[in-house]
Structures are given as structure tokens and as C-alpha cells.
């Protein structure tokens, strides 16, 4: 099986301008790990995914113990944490230079390929153009058609 036979093509995607807040919202409302960010001319430049918003010292200050979305989306109004974090935009956090397949890649390929980098999915292009996503949840359908195939 390929990339292509497995991937999800349905995805949101989020400008490397837009305001950190609209990428939590975003990622919140689809339930997607990550949303990758296309440029004015529809190429990927990379990928912001829940781990971006955990721990990151570019956010210059060091948050509380508890969750961190839930400060970015209002629990603490007029925290410094808070107000820093609205003015910063989608490319001062996201992964520059994601982990991506071509569109000819077998299934065997992106498990590799997320196994080596400890991630839970990975971007399918045609050059620098997203086709679609390839996480667990597509990867186990993919497992379920075939095992139902054999039945």
C-alpha cells in the first residue's frame, strides 16, 4: 500500500502569519496532532502540532504546572504568559522543515519514517504541495480493511 491509499485528505491548514490562538483553536476544533502551515503560494514552510506548544523557551516565560492550552485559550486573563503568547505568530514556534513522505511511499516507509523521528504522523507531498496526512488513526484503518479482506 502507499501514501496515497492511506492518507487522509480532508486536513486544515493555518498561514505562517495567523496568530498563535487561531493554531490552538484550529487544532482543537479539527482534532487534528498538527496542522501544517502553507504559505501565500500553497507550499509547505512547516508544521505546528500540540508538542510545539509544550515547554518552548521562545515563549520567554516558564508557565505553570497545569495545561498549558488552557492558559492560551483564557483561563488566565492579563497574564504576562497570556499576552505574550497572543501576539506571537504560527512561524515563531512551528517545526520548520517537517518530516514529510512523497506520494509514493509505502506504508512500511512512513512507519520508518515515524518510528526514527518518535512522531505520531507524517505530511504527504508532491514536491512542496500537502496531498494529505498519514497518522496512526490512518494506519490502523489501512490495517482494518485488510484484515477484513482475509475474513
Do not use: Y
Not at 483561563?75 to 497572543?86: L, P, S, W
Not at 507524517?122 to 504541495?129: F, I, M
Amino acid at each position: 500500500m502507499l501514501a496515497t491509499d492511506v492518507m487522509r485528505t480532508w486536513f486544515a491548514t493555518i498561514k505562517p502569519n495567523a496568530p498563535l490562538l487561531d493554531a490552538v483553536h484550529l487544532l482543537l476544533e479539527t482534532n487534528q496532532r498538527g496542522l501544517p502551515v502553507i504559505d501565500d503560494r500553497g507550499s509547505l514552510v512547516g508544521i505546528i502540532s500540540e508538542g510545539d506548544f509544550l515547554h518552548r523557551p521562545e515563549l520567554g516565560v516558564t508557565g505553570p504546572a497545569g495545561f498549558l492550552l488552557e492558559w492560551l485559550v483564557g483561563r488566565a486573563e492579563g497574564h504576562v504568559m497570556r499576552e505574550r503568547t497572543q501576539a506571537l505568530r504560527v512561524d515563531a514556534v512551528m517545526t520548520r522543515n517537517p518530516v514529510r513522505v512523497d506520494e509514493t511511499a509505502t506504508v512500511d516507509d512512513i512507519v520508518a519514517r515515524m518510528d526514527a523521528h518518535q512522531i505520531s504522523q507524517v505530511l504527504v507531498v508532491r514536491g512542496e504541495k500537502v496531498l494529505g496526512l498519514v497518522g496512526r488513526t490512518q494506519l490502523l484503518l489501512a490495517l482494518e480493511r485488510c484484515l477484513s479482506r482475509q475474513h
